[in-house]
């Protein structure tokens, strides 16, 4: 098979993925396979289709064999992080994410989904030493500027972090992984013409990319406890027809604590009909009948999702909050086990322990 038809297969399958056909392109994946064997990106790609069509083992198997061939080893290790966050693995998938940010300093686009992720998963410290190393060597890279503008964000140095977007923004200024990070810079830092002209950009773009933006801009405005601005972006998205499962259940997550009840219960009830056993979104179930003042349909409810993620330690915060009694001598000594457990995060260790205290 010469370059050319190699290519246009590759997009071929790449077409079959991004659509949800994962069988059509397995069988892609397969003919590109036997006709280049040592593809590490076909092989990585044929990982995914495994993964995403229902194979898990099988996919990660030929995720983790591409590794071991590719030269370029940080697309395949931001692959692998993604896959192992849908299995509920957090600290291996941060192994991966940092080694793709290590292995990739020159690339912005993978720079800025890494930090991204690291920050969603409370490793702001890893994502700002990536970033900030990036810049340093990349100074005129706009999306390695923008990806240090979220990582400093996202702890909270602003003026910082506005500097680095409006730099990012001059050089690139319709780029949407640029564009996002100034958005949000400019609104943390009450700049209110800058933020505008930016939310409008943004709200023409095509609508994957806009949904991104939003997620992006809601998740630095709630890191820096901006949890009324963030809620009205997932707002937005949910109103407007988002089926997207983490943004449903983000958006739920925000308006209880913030008294829209009926709001989030009738988010729930599509995430639930969608996916029965997601743990997160029983925990959130819960808490809305806490929040509802029925302690008997809620714990039930937090004690199934512990059955499914016994790391929620936000399930006994809300028992020891709202149903304090519901509490037991077992419950007590699986916080003990989570406080002292070196493989899960530092904030959920940490968490684990103040309830105990």
């Known amino acids: 098979m010469d370059a050319d038809t190699f ?34 990106e076909a092989l990585s790609q044929r990982g995914l289709s495994r993964f995403w069509a229902g194979d898990q083992d099988a996919g990660l198997a030929d995720i983790h064999r591409a590794l071991d061939m590719a ?50 998963l409370d490793r702001a410290d890893a994502a700002l030493d990536l970033a900030e190393t990036a810049a340093a060597a990349h100074p005129d890279d706009a999306r390695i500027q923008a990806a240090l503008a979220k990582a400093l964000l996202a702890q909270a140095r602003i003026e910082a972090a506005a500097a680095a977007a409006a730099g990012a923004y ?79 259940v983000d ?43 029925d302690p008997a349909k809620g714990v039930p409810l937090l004690r199934q999702a512990l059955a499914s993620n016994g790391a929620l330690v936000d399930c006994y915060r809300l028992m020891q909050e709202f149903a304090p009694g519901s509490l037991t001598d077992g419950d007590r000594k699986a916080l003990r086990a989570l406080a002292t457990d070196a493989t899960l995060p530092t904030a959920t260790r940490d968490k684990a322990g103040r309830l105990l205290a």
């Open 71 to 120: 030269t370029d080893k940080a697309p395949i290790h931001y692959h692998l992080a993604s896959l192992l966050l849908e299995r509920a693995d957090q600290a291996r998938a941060v192994e991966h994410l940092l080694a793709a940010g290590r292995a990739a300093p020159d690339n912005g686009l993978l720079l800025v989904m890494v930090v991204d992720d690291l920050t969603r």
């Open 251 to 293: 958006f739920a997550r925000l308006a209880l604590p913030q008294g829209e009840l009926e709001a989030a219960r009738a988010t729930l009830d599509r995430v639930l009909k969608r996916t029965p056993d997601l743990a997160t979104a029983l925990m959130l179930m819960g808490e809305y009948h806490l929040r509802s003042g």
């Open 170 to 248: 001059e050089r690139l200024p319709f780029d949407p992984f640029v564009i996002e990070a100034y958005a949000a810079a400019m609104m943390l830092a009450d700049r209110q013409e800058e933020t505008q002209a930016a939310l409008s950009t943004i709200e023409r773009m095509p609508s994957e990319m806009l949904e991104r933006a939003f997620i992006v801009i809601a998740r630095l405005l709630e890191a820096n406890r901006d949890y009324h601005k963030a809620l009205k972006f997932y707002q937005a998205l949910v109103q407007g027809g988002s089926d997207t499962l983490s943004v449903m």
């Open 7 to 40: 290519k246009a297969e590759f997009l071929t399958g790449l077409n079959h993925q991004q659509a949800g056909q994962y069988d059509a392109a397995i069988v892609v994946w397969n003919r590109l396979l036997e006709a280049r064997p040592d593809s590490a």
